[in-house]
């Protein structure tokens, strides 16, 4: 049976089926790295923080302003797009994809692969 971090490992490198996407990580809600499909060239330690601490901020921000807790965070710019998204009260789920991605399709995908973290990590 595979261990934990290949089942993890393997929602990753099916998110990246999807087309568009060029990476994917499971983060700690305290930015530590869990699971990655990054590049060699990308710091992944330093990726994991960055992102927990992104979607830690949009949180604060919208419960401050009473809007409640965001279902997702994405960052747009010239070369791709972070979308960030819970993966239960444990885990984040961060994806990157090619600038030209449309979000529609992988915005579903991410929702599944999310609840399918969810589960794994309980």
Known sequence: MPSLRERLEKVLKDLKEVGDVEASAIVSRDGLLIAADLSPNV????????????????????????MGIPDRVIVEGKMGKIVAVGAGPKALL?????????LGLILLEIGKASERIKELLG
């Open 43 to 66: 710091n992944a330690e330093a990726f994991a923080a960055m992102t927990a601490t992104m979607l830690g901020a949009a949180e604060t921000a919208t419960s401050e302003l009473g």
């Open 94 to 102: 961060v994806v990157m994809t090619n600038p030209r991605a449309s």
